[in-house]
């Protein structure tokens, strides 16, 4: 619905729910917590929200997609300093629909479920099956897809813990097929250094420092002494690390 797609002239209000709903996408969260974003309470590049339904106080960094987004109504007027048009969530999935069957998600989706013994299957085009909440579950996904650790995201959606966020969970199929093809080069990557470290010992010494000295490597050449229990080796250099935190950008 964001790219290859133009909304029709007579359906302009359709942008407006594109936007808040790609929005959702871009930041996992709730049409609740959509619907009560006030400008206020984006300072910098950050949200500070306290969630409707779990009375969380989340801090959620910006990323440029969604920054994008605000920035198309920061000079707009909304009732109550409202960040985004956001509408009811009833007339909102109505439009979310509208939106997704003309940008061609049509595809059906069988559907089972089951009465007492009785399987009940049920196929449905896939817009109909989308709403406001899936922008929060396509957040999720697309998070883990993108290498995002699951506590890094419960910290951004405000899941208490694993399981509350275990539903929403949906690794593809391509997912675990790459994730497992890593697996067919553990002997073949062994194998190809150990012929390697068989050729560089083949190589003279001079040869080999004038080599790693093009590259802008340092080497040392000379055996070094063991250490001992008694007088262990001290490194040279003792640098004072300070703990730091390095913030994510999501999709930027």
Not at 11 to 39: I, M, P, Q, W
Not at 107 to 129: A, C, F, M, W
Not at 203 to 228: D, H
Request: proline content about 5%.
């Amino acid at each position: 619905i964001n790219t290859g797609f133009s909304i029709p002239e007579t359906k302009e209000y359709l942008l407006r729910v594109r936007d808040t709903f790609l929005f959702a996408c871009y930041t996992g969260l709730r049409h609740s917590d959509l619907y009560n974003l006030r400008k206020s309470d984006i300072i910098g590049d950050r949200m500070y929200i306290t969630t409707e339904k779990t009375a969380d106080n989340l801090d959620i960094p910006i990323n440029k997609p969604a920054n994008n987004i605000l920035n198309k109504y920061k000079d707009v007027y909304f009732k109550n300093d409202k960040a985004l048009p956001v509408i009811s969530v009833q007339k909102m999935n109505d439009y979310i629909k509208e939106l997704c069957k003309l940008s061609g998600i049509n595809d059906d989706i069988r559907l089972v479920h089951y009465k007492g013994n009785q399987r009940i299957e049920t196929i449905s085009p896939k817009h109909d099956l989308i709403t406001s909440h899936t922008g929060r579950k396509t957040f999720i996904c697309n998070s883990l897809h993108l290498g995002l650790s699951p506590q890094t995201v419960m910290k951004i959606t405000g899941h208490s813990n694993y399981e509350a966020m275990k539903p929403y969970i949906e690794i593809t199929d391509s997912d675990k097929t790459i994730a497992m093809s890593k697996w067919d080069n553990v002997n073949t990557d062994k194998e190809t250094n150990n012929d390697l470290l068989e050729q560089l010992k083949e190589i003279p010494k001079e040869e080999l420092l004038k080599l790693l000295s093009e590259m802008n490597i340092e080497a040392n050449m000379e055996p070094q002494a063991s250490a001992t229990p008694d007088k262990p080796i001290a490194p040279k250099n003792k640098k004072k690390q300070a703990d730091s935190v390095k913030q994510t950008r999501l999709f930027d």
